[in-house]
Each structure stands twice: as C-alpha cells, then as structure tokens.
C-alpha cells in the first residue's frame, strides 16, 4: 500500500518561508507527477506546483518565483520551497503522487497559515 506523509507546515508571519515535504512509501514504480497542491477555506483545490517525470517543473501564476519544487528520486520525496509567504497563501497544502495511466494517492494534508 503506498503511503505519502508530508510534513513541514505551521504559523508564519508574511514574507517568511517554510519548506514542506513529502515522502511516499511503498511500492510506486516509476511516478509520472508529483504535485502540490492546496485548498484555502471556501475555495476550490488548486494545484500550486508539480514535477513532471522526475524533471520538468510547473507553477501557479500565483506562486511563481516564491515557491520551488524539487524531488530526491532516491528517496521518493518532493519538497516545496516556499518564500515571500504572503496571507493569501494560507491553506492546507496537499501531496499528490499519480502514475499514468489511472494510479493516484494523496497525502493527508499539511496546514500553512501566514499572519499579516
């Protein structure tokens, strides 16, 4: 059974940076998209950044040039820095894993919260 744990939210104040991570385990194979991804209260889930076959890279508009998303292969774990923390960024941020063409797991989600 393959498990995503994250790790690495809490309470910020805006314009600080906090690293969130995420490690599967379990028996994957070879993982296609590993993604963030968040859903702030009374909105829909979105995605924020994601690595595509274990190399290309993705972002939100919103997040861009803040946020970077990187992976340790060996150890099945996707990280994402994120920098210039401002409020609109406060939300439980989500670890996906998906390998094509129908496996998909989420993590239990991680709470970010930045203060003004």
């Known amino acids: 059974q393959v498990r995503l744990v994250e790790s690495g939210g809490g309470l910020v104040q805006a314009g600080g940076s906090l690293r969130l991570s995420c490690s599967a385990s379990?028996?994957?194979?070879?993982?296609?998209?590993m993604s963030w991804y968040r859903q702030a209260p009374g909105k829909q889930r979105e995605l924020v950044a994601r690595?595509?076959?274990?190399?290309?890279?993705d972002y939100a508009d919103s997040v861009k040039g803040r946020f970077t998303i990187s992976r340790d292969n060996a150890k099945n774990t996707v990280y994402l820095q994120m920098n210039s923390l401002n409020p609109e960024d406060t939300a439980v941020y989500y670890c996906?894993?998906?390998?094509?063409?129908?496996?998909?797991?989420w993590g239990q989600g991680t709470l970010v919260t930045v203060s003004s």
């Open positions: 690595i595509i076959n274990g190399y290309s890279t």
């Open positions: 996906n894993v998906r390998v094509l063409p129908t496996f998909e797991v």
């Open positions: 379990g028996s994957i194979g070879s993982i296609n998209f």
